[in-house]
């Protein structure tokens, strides 16, 4: 483990500013009234895939900035990718054990 | 081991790993993430099985509210996140009061929920309740799935609320300030997990239609 002395961090702190997170914010605004908006038109079985779509591009802008990830070492990024393809795995398997049982 | 001190005590010797605590928090924000995720795999199985009868279920979700709710966590990640900006800039009062809000905002969406499940038990529609039990299995398992994830989420909320409120402690003591506020920054972290799970709540409940 890397011990920081408290003055000079080894990793330089990046500020992020409030114009950066407030457009974010009104990204993240904008796209929660096109995920509702799109929940009134009948898109049959493209409902599902435009909600977690628009579900996933949000998520990204809240990890990538407001969770900093963006601007962190490689590995968070690298653990990340390791839960998600663990989640993905989970969820081909429930699927291939429902659609064969 | 590693004996935890208060910084502002020990000054220039304390032992300190920014990026081990917040990977720590990622780590355990995994955990989190099969936790919601195997609830979500358990949703989209029953979803795939019983579509129109989840579609039936969702018109009974009041969607101003969702969409409400929604609105108010979004607005508390940003606040959580200005905070930290405005603590590195050391500017104690504003980042104090970028936490306070965050936790009204926690606040009013805990009582939005509380006023939405209010309304669904004075229906008649809560677990096992003979209304319910009268409908499609189908309507029966939306409901289920409803109140466990949203409840698991609201849960979070008041634990985010807690997290949140230490910090707001350590930052009026003086502990956690510009120099020192990787626990603010693990706390935000929690918090926008909070968010993302919602993200993800919102649509999945409230917009089938």
Do not use: C
């Not at chain 1, 653990?79 to 398997?93: G, P």
């Amino acid at each position: 483990m890397a011990a920081n002395s408290p003055e000079h961090p080894a990793h330089a702190q990046h500020t992020v500013s409030y114009a950066s997170y407030l457009l974010i914010w009104l990204g993240l605004i904008a796209l929660t009234a096109i995920t509702v908006a799109a929940a009134g038109i009948d898109l049959g079985r493209w409902v599902i895939i435009t909600a977690l779509g628009i579900a996933s591009i949000k998520t990204l802008l809240v990890l990538a900035i407001f969770m900093h990830l963006k601007f962190e070492d490689q590995v968070f990024r690298i653990f990340l990718a390791v839960a998600l393809v663990t989640l993905a795995i989970f969820i081909v398997l429930t699927f291939f054990d429902y659609a064969f049982h | 081991m590693t004996t935890h001190t208060p910084s502002a005590a020990v000054g220039h010797h304390a032992h300190r790993d920014d990026v081990g605590s917040r990977m720590g928090m990622w780590l355990f924000l995994f955990t989190e993430l099969i936790l919601f995720g195997g609830m979500f795999i358990a949703y989209a199985v029953y979803r795939f099985k019983y579509p129109a009868e989840f579609q039936l279920a969702a018109t009974e979700l009041d969607t101003f509210v969702g969409t409400l709710n929604t609105i108010i966590l979004l607005t508390s990640s940003l606040t959580i996140a200005m905070s930290i900006t405005a603590l590195q800039e050391g500017r104690k009062a504003l980042s104090m009061l970028l936490v306070t809000l965050t936790i009204l905002l926690a606040f009013g969406f805990l009582v939005n929920k509380y006023f939405e499940w209010g309304h669904k038990f004075a229906v008649g529609i809560y677990p096992r309740s003979p209304e319910l039990l009268a409908r499609t299995s189908g309507e029966v398992l939306y409901f289920g799935l409803y109140y466990v994830m949203t409840g698991l989420h609201a849960l979070h909320v008041i634990i985010g609320i807690v997290v949140l409120a230490f910090n707001l402690v350590f930052i009026a003591r003086g502990s956690v300030h510009a120099g020192a506020f990787v626990k603010l920054e693990t706390g935000a972290l929690y918090w926008h997990l909070v968010d993302v799970i919602w993200i993800f709540l919102f649509p999945l409940f409230y917009l089938i239609h």
